[in-house]
């Protein structure tokens, strides 16, 4: 089965193409036939484009919106310019995948898109109001251009968390909060925490139910979650994103008085104090420089940067803390894994998160960490650690296929 996973933004379009069925699925053998990025939407689009085993193209192109962006891709994945020998005509994709960002409550799993889930969906826009409004556009595109007929699936950056407890997803605040608007923990990255526990699983042959571990997410936006018997018991972020570890321009956790005291001191609103939190904070903030990591360490090697290593040590010391306390919120976990831009590829970021944590059982052997780059995947900490460190690389995309193939497949039976 020809698989488009579709990820819409306000005004980015990502893409997959995966190849994939149940018996591919079990032997690991699903393929990735080709990706792309469509930027800045809305205006002349920059496009890049890339088929398996061969080099990436950029171009430009007038795309005025989301539907445009659409009909684009599927419209190049089927000519023959593109080269994907699988797919010949428009009818060669037999579903789409999206990955959509809020779920609320609702949704606890991946489902079938019909009329009724675009009403769930559109109940939750209040809780994601710029994400969940250009998932439905996605979704609306898709049906316009392939017809009612094709089957559509929803998979969820919430649903994994949905198996919180409610002494870990209710904040501190009046209950009545929560019963009227639901304000609560609900968490996201969830299909990455969710692929790479299962990766840990197959790696170390062990059941769903006896995977024990804390996963790392840490890319441009970070989160941990603490994965039990299986399921995720609590994580860092949030109502929104913001919350928990250090990100690219994210603060994470904060005291919530900051809020109206910079808004007060700086003459901004409540949403603008906001969107400083979102946009101009986390690693950006700290060193002034930059949101990449990369280049971050490469600041405080070659230049010495003195607030690059403040912006890194704030942001390893936050995962630090996040490994102490969802030890205690699990009592005990078998490993750690690593995944995400920084948590796949920088050894010295995993190398000073990792570091003194001893006491917990945690100790990477340095040889095997900075082999694991590149998206190597396996065990990074030395034979005596209590504790197994592993990299693991993400694969969301991979994932949201599997998911649209099996529910289509579980409706057509
Ligand atoms: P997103 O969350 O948008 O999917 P990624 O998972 O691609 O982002 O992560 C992007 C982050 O990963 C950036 O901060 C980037 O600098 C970092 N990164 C990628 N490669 C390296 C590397 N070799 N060393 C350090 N950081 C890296």
Redesign the pocket.
Known sequence: MNILILNCGSSTVKFQLIATHLELIEQNADRHLARGTIERVGGEAVITLQVEGQKEQRSTSPLRDIRAAVDFIARWASSPDSGIAEIKSIGDIQAVGHRVVHGGERFTRSVLITDEVIRGLEECIDLAPLHNPANIKGITAARALFGEGLPQVAVFDTAFHQTLPDHAFLYALPYQLYRRYRVRRYGF?GTSHRYVAYRYRQLRHIARDQTNIITL??????SAAAIRNGNSIDTSMGLTPLEGLV??TRCGDLDPAIIDFIATKEGLSSGEVETLLNKQAG?LGISGLT???????AEEREENDRRARLAIEIFCYRVRKYIGAYLAAMNGADAIVF???????????RSRVCKDLQWLGIELDEERNRMH??GREGVISNNGSRLAVYVIP?DEELLIARDTARSVLEKSK
């Open positions: 990255h997410h840490l890319g441009n936006g970070c990100m690219g690693l949101s990449d990591m990369r280049e971050l360490l995944t995400g831009g920084i948590g796949e590829n920088s050894w010295e970021v780059v590149d993400t």
